[in-house]
């Protein structure tokens, strides 16, 4: 990729930034114990104990910057909209364009976020013995000084520009995986289709091929398998990848659900649920569970369980009877040919 789309899927969220702070600011408290050891115990015991530390800290730093965060956030979001910032050149050039972009929405941050962390600082410090003339003067007017703004200037910048680089991170992570999965279905299409034109020239009989999906091409940690839809126990998805569970392990593959419903034999497979089609041959039993549900267990080696609905269910326990009917009758053609043999 020369590029990468802002979809801005962590920057998106104020939240992040606020999770984002709070590890900063537990790494700083770790830090000050570890190096000031000594003079952090003076000023528990000058404070009366942890108990009244800890309500300090919250009251006067972490909650009130929390909100310092959240404004940050959006103030970035802001900045993407208002000057239509919508990608990224993957070069050094390009990333380091696109963060200086920012860096005046960075430096005027505090105008904007100094009243309401330091409105929310008075409340909390403050309570319940609340002054007007205190909460103007010390609170707001004295807090816009130099002293102050230069006080803030590096934690905004370490904490706005980590976020704005954890959101490019994931935006480019993204959308790799996209085009990985695009590129490896467009090859397994090509692969298909080479055999089936390698099939239209070959001097074998010509049998008649079942209209459906014999073979799947999936991979885990370890490399590739092509392997028969007959072996699969059930497909799945989870976060967003599709997987095949067979004997041999699980597969990821490239077909989604929905494509394998419309593909796979239906007197074999069934899709028991949204998130799962099962093998009519892996299923063990079925048994009441509670509320209206039921759980099919499947012969697996680890007996795996699916939790399906009574309405579902109800279709699932036609589907199986119907099914049962061919695989009896064949079973007993095939004994019939053995007697006469």
């Known amino acids: 990729m020369n590029s990468v789309q802002l979809d801005r899927i962590f920057l998106k969220k104020p939240l992040h930034s606020v999770y984002l702070l709070m590890g900063v600011v537990l790494i700083i408290e770790g830090l000050s114990w570890t190096s000031m050891f000594s003079m952090k115990l003076g000023k528990l015991s000058a404070i009366g104990g942890f108990w009244p530390y800890l309500s300090i800290l919250f009251r006067g730093v972490i909650i009130p910057e929390l909100f310092t965060a959240y404004i940050l956030a959006i103030l970035l979001n802001l900045h993407h909209k208002r000057f239509n910032i919508t990608s990224v050149e993957l070069t050094p050039r390009g990333i380091s364009r696109y963060e200086i972009q920012l860096l005046p ?57 980590l976020a704005i680089n954890i959101s490019l991170i994931a935006d480019y992570s993204y959308q790799r995986q996209i085009a990985q999965e695009a590129a490896e279905a467009q090859a397994a299409e090509a692969s298909q289709a080479a055999l089936a034109l390698s099939a239209a020239f070959t001097s074998k009989p010509t049998l008649t091929a079942s209209p459906y999906l014999p073979h799947l091409k999936g991979k885990n940690a370890y490399g590739e398998l092509d392997f028969p839809v007959s072996d699969v126990y059930f497909f799945t998805i989870e976060d967003r990848s599709y997987y095949a569970e067979l004997a041999k392990g699980r597969y990821a593959v490239v077909k989604t659900l929905n494509e394998l419903e419309t593909e796979l034999d239906p007197n074999r497979f069934f899709r028991v649920k949204r998130d799962y089609i099962v093998n009519r041959h892996a299923v063990l039993n079925y048994a009441y569970w509670e509320n209206g549900k039921y759980i099919v ?24 009877q119907e099914t049962q009917q061919p695989f009896l009758n064949e079973t007993s053609e095939n004994s019939s040919q053995t007697v006469d043999a």
């Open 297 to 320: 267990r499947l012969n697996t080696p680890d007996r795996h369980e699916i939790v399906v609905p009574r309405a579902r269910m109800q279709v699932f326990r036609e589907w199986l």
């Open 105 to 161: 929405t960075l430096l005027i941050s505090f105008l904007v976020f100094n009243p309401v962390t330091e409105t929310v600082r008075f409340l909390l410090e403050q309570f319940p013995s609340y002054s007007f003339s205190q909460y103007i003067n010390f609170y707001l007017i004295d807090t816009f000084s130099w002293g102050i703004y230069l006080r803030y200037v590096m934690p905004v910048l370490l904490i706005g520009y």
